[in-house]
């Protein structure tokens, strides 16, 4: 059998730790990257997502992957897509600033399920709204997560962290400082200037729903931007804080 990791390029040390995650569950591992048009609603963003295919294959590889797979936009969408729907926790945080985001993300998964047809596939926590839409809407195939991959300061690797300057960078890690503290999330976070918050929210991890005092799992999920690169992160939120 085969394990898929869906990707983007770009590939990183948070990746690399799902395909080695993949490998452990099978010796039969694609890794997948296609930057998939669907999922953007900004077309400037789309153009600027960074492509390192070289590097990708060397990466993938060294981390274990058995086949690198960067399929077309032909290959994946021969007729007009179908999209998904994500329903509506598919229009909440991420997807109300991103719409459509989700119905593009659910739209590609599983067009590379039908093509690869994995008997697991491997998604990283650090897009927790990705990951719990995905795991709703794939009854039939495991769906495995692989914990966030930080920087030393905390910041979650990301294929856009490459955007930020030195300064930027500085002021991104005010995001995973917030996460520490989720009950004064806000407070920290406008501490720095830099950073423009989208949304910072504790969250019920079984509804997606806000938390309430009787929630047993939650999250906190936080986006924004530090000069016009869109970051997120999310962290458990410890039942006694
Ligand atoms: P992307 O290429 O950004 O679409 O991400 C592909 C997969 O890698 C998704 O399942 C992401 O959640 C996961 N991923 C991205 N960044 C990280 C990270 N820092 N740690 C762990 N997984 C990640």
Known sequence: MTVLVPTMGALHKGHQALIKRARELDKEVVVSIFVNPLQFSDTADLEKYPRTPETDIQIATLAGATQVWFPTYEEIYPNDPIQISAGAVGDLYEGATRPGHFAGVLTVVNRLFEIVKPSAAVFGEKDFQQLWLVKRHFKKI?????PTVREFDGLALSSRNVRLTESDRAAASIISKALQEPNRMHEILATEPAFKLDYAEIIDEKTFQLASATTQNKRAIIAGW?????????AVVESNS
């Open 226 to 234: 530090v000069n016009g690169v869109r970051l997120l992160d999310n």
């Open 142 to 146: 495991e769906i495995v997560s692989v």
